[in-house]
């Protein structure tokens, strides 16, 4: 069982930056794939940004590309999505997941993810 806790969520006005944090319970939450996924009020959870076990390998969003950095520290059981200019189209609650699943593409889909934190509101005012 792998507990996940989010935070640094808060409102920035649009071209700031924030950086999300997701501590894991686990030990061995280095042996599991990460993502970040968000959801706007009245749409579909969608995939953000996901890494490797390792932090070798990584995925994003095309809408945040070059945008937004994910990142790892197993030995501190936390991963990390710095989110730099910002818009208010990134206006969601922020959600970290955790796979077992092998490293591959199906990690941009929320069906491929074991556990979930409850999530971090991010508001970006214009």
């Known amino acids: 069982q792998v507990q996940l806790v989010e935070s640094g969520g808060g409102l920035v006005q649009a071209g700031g930056s924030l950086r999300l944090s997701c501590a894991a319970s686990?030990?061995?939450?280095?042996?599991?794939?990460s993502g970040w996924f968000r959801q706007a009020p009245g749409k579909e959870r969608e995939f953000v940004a996901a890494?490797?076990?390792?932090?070798?390998?990584?995925y994003y969003a095309d809408s945040v590309k070059g945008r937004f950095t994910i990142s790892r520290d197993n030995a501190k059981n936390t991963v990390y999505l710095q989110m730099n200019s910002l818009k208010p189209e990134d206006t969601a609650v922020y959600y970290c997941?955790?796979?077992?699943?092998?490293?591959?593409?199906?990690?941009?889909?929320?069906?491929?993810?074991?556990?979930w934190g409850q999530g971090t509101q991010v508001t970006v005012s214009s």
């Open positions: 997941a955790a796979s077992a699943r092998r490293w591959g593409m199906v990690l941009r889909t929320t069906p491929a993810y074991d556990y």
């Open positions: 686990a030990r061995t939450f280095s042996s599991y794939a």
């Open positions: 890494i490797s076990s390792g932090g070798v390998g990584t």
